[in-house]
Each structure stands twice: as C-alpha cells, then as structure tokens.
C-alpha cells in the first residue's frame, strides 16, 4: 500500500510512524485508518522491527480527533460498525507484542487521546494536551475511551474529563498517570527513541510476555487466574534460548545476545 497519510521510517530496529495530515490537525478518517492498520500489520510482521514510535507531524497534534464529517450523518448501526472498526485496530496496536511509544505532540484529543492510551507507553512534550470532548458534540468516546481512561487514571478522573469534556495539559496528565514523562518538544523525538532503544535491548520475548500479562490484568480480575497465566508464562520464558543466554550472560559478566528464540 502507497501511504498518502502516514509516514513510515525504519532506523534499525525502531519503526517510526507518524500521522501526517497537519492541515487537519492530524485527524483520524477512514483512510488514515487504513494506512495506519496495514503499516502496524506490515510492522508485526517485519522480525526487524522490535519497537515502534508513533507520532504526528508538525507541532499543533500528536492526533487531533476523528474525522467529524465522517461522523456526522451516522446512525445506529454504521456508527456501530465506525466504533467498532476503530476498536479493533487499537487493539491491533495494544496486544502487538511490539512495544509501541506514543510520542504525543500538541493535542491528543478524542480519537487521538485513544490511539496514545492503546500505546504500551506515552511520552509527552510540554506542549502536549489531552482529552476525551466527545460530550461537546452530544457524543461519547467510541475508541475505546471509556475503558483505557478509566484503567490508566481511574474512574473519578475519567469520569470528570469525559462528562465535562475538558482538555488537560501534559502536567496534569503526569500527576493522574496518563504519560510516563514530559519532555521539552524538541527533545520529543530523542526521549522516544532511546526509550524504544533501551526496550529492545532486552529480551524480545520476555518483552512481548511482559506486554502480554499487564495488558492482561484487567481482563482477569482474579488476582490468582493471572498468577496462573504469569507462571504459565514464566516456564514457557525459561524453556527459551534467550533465557539461557540471560541468565548465562548475568553469571558470566557479559552482554547477552538475544535472538528472540
């Protein structure tokens, strides 16, 4: 597929991919959409790439929503049907076995504040704001919204930012667990990649099992029915070629070599 909407980059093992519809502010239509669903297909694939860094092109938007003349003229069962395909590619992106890095420039709105929090970590710049506005048009988050905001930051502050629709800065989304780390805008870039760069630097399959078993927890709310997965897990790790040079590489003083086998 030629990409008109996004641009793809591979520096080594890092995938860099950025939403590139400045003139509207980076918004999400069905063709951004597509691009972006077989760009992260073509990455889980691709055994090269082992992180990927998402962002938006110019300063204004990291991704400044949904395309709301796509929206407009939905009813019950397209607008089904736009939710849900929306969903299914986040959470595409959410159980890739990838670390994927939200780099989040500018605002990070509606639909664009659901593709960072289906990332497997957010960065933000200072100039980086967030928020689920859907109430403002008579809408609600369909995304995924109401269900990774009230994980990532709990029901009381999701509750006060979807019902009021409020936008709330890169600080504020620090104290309530939104982002991991602010960053100065220019350094945006950098503090993402060396993040993706140090992730991949470890094992890929203790990474993708790690990935696997968080975004596990709130599916298995049985504190011993994700134990049992863990220690399922657990064995499964140990039986691999990985952790034999881990563990060897610890006792011998050296780097370990990993081939994700």
Partial sequence: ??????????????????????????????????????????????????????TGVGEKAFVAGADIGEIVGLDRVSG????RRGQELFLTIENLGKPVIAAVNGFALGG????????????????????????????????????RLTRLVGKSNAMQMMLTGEIISAQRAYEIGL???????????????????KIISMGPLAVAASIELVNKVYEEPQLSDGLRREANLFGAICATEDAKEGTSAFLEKRK??????
């Fill in 1 to 54: 597929m030629t990409y008109t909407n996004i641009l793809y980059e591979k520096k080594g093992h890092i995938l860099v991919l950025a939403i590139n519809r400045p003139k509207a502010l980076n918004a999400l239509n069905a063709e951004t959409l597509n691009e972006l669903d077989d760009a992260i297909q073509k990455a889980k694939d691709d055994d090269e790439i082992r992180a990927i860094v998402l």
């Fill in 80 to 83: 089904e049907a736009f939710s």
């Fill in 112 to 147: 664009g504040c659901e593709l960072a929090m289906a990332c497997t970590i957010r960065i933000a710049s200072t100039n980086a704001s967030f928020g689920q506005p859907e109430v403002k048009l008579g809408l609600i988050p369909g995304y995924g919204g109401t269900q």
């Fill in 179 to 197: 982002v991991s780390k602010i960053v100065s805008p220019d350094a945006l870039m950098q503090a993402a990649e060396k993040l993706a760069s």
């Fill in 256 to 261: 370990a070599a990993f081939k994700g086998k």
